[in-house]
C-alpha cells in the first residue's frame, strides 16, 4: 500500500471515529443509532482498506443490524431478539470465515455487545456498553495497524466516560428515543 493510500485509510477512519464519538452524545437512541450507522459506514471502508475483513463485514452486519432495530421500533414489532439472533449467526459465520487469528473474534464480540446494548432502553447502559466495544475495537486497531483507531479508541472510552457522568442523573430514565418515541422522532 502506497503512503497516500496509507494517509487516505486513516483519514477515513477517523472520520468514522469521530462520528462514532458524536453519537454517544446524542439524546435519544434512535440520534445515537442514526449516528453509528453512518460511524460503521465509515469504519467498514476503514477496516477493508486496512485489510481487516472480519472489522469490515462486522461493521457491514451492525448496520443491518441498527436499521432493522429503527424499522422494528417504527412498526411496533418488539421482538428485537429475532435480528439479535440471526445477527449473531451471521456474525458467527463471517467471523468462521474471516478468521484470521485469536484477536479476529474481538469484532464479533464488539458486535454482539452493541447489539445486546440496543435492546436496552436506558442510555447509559448503551454508553457503558460504548465503553467495553470501544476496548475490544482499541485491541483489535493495534493488532491490524490502525493508527488513528488506537488513539479514536482510547479517545472514545475517554468521552464515553464523560458522556456517562454527563447524563448520570438520568441513569435510571427510559431512553427519550426508545420503543413508542421513536416514531416522532421523523
Known amino acids: 500500500m502506497s503512503i497516500l493510500a496509507q494517509v487516505l485509510t486513516q483519514v ?15 439524546k435519544t437512541k434512535f440520534q445515537i443509532m442514526l449516528w453509528q450507522i453512518a460511524a460503521n459506514v465509515i469504519l467498514a471502508m476503514h477496516f477493508y482498506f486496512l485489510s481487516g475483513f472480519t472489522g469490515s463485514l462486522c461493521s457491514l452486519i451492525t448496520i443491518a443490524v441498527l436499521i432493522g432495530m429503527y424499522l422494528m421500533n417504527k412498526k411496533e414489532i418488539h421482538r428485537r431478539d429475532i435480528i439479535l439472533f440471526w445477527a449473531i449467526v451471521g456474525l458467527s459465520l463471517i467471523t468462521y470465515y474471516t478468521y484470521d487469528n485469536f484477536f479476529s473474534l474481538f469484532p464479533f464480540l464488539a458486535s454482539v455487545v452493541s447489539y445486546v446494548a440496543f435492546l436496552s432502553n436506558k442510555e447509559n447502559e448503551i454508553r457503558l456498553a460504548g465503553i467495553l466495544i470501544a476496548i475490544l475495537w482499541l485491541i ?43 416514531k416522532s422522532e421523523e
Open 12 to 26: 477515513i477512519g477517523g472520520a468514522g471515529y469521530i462520528v462514532m464519538a458524536s453519537s454517544y452524545y446524542q
Open 140 to 182: 483489535y486497531a493495534m493488532i491490524y495497524g490502525s493508527y488513528v483507531a488506537i488513539g479514536f479508541e482510547i479517545f472514545m472510552i475517554i468521552t464515553t466516560i464523560i458522556a456517562l457522568i454527563k447524563h448520570r442523573d438520568s441513569k435510571n430514565e427510559k431512553v427519550e428515543g426508545s420503543d413508542d418515541s421513536l
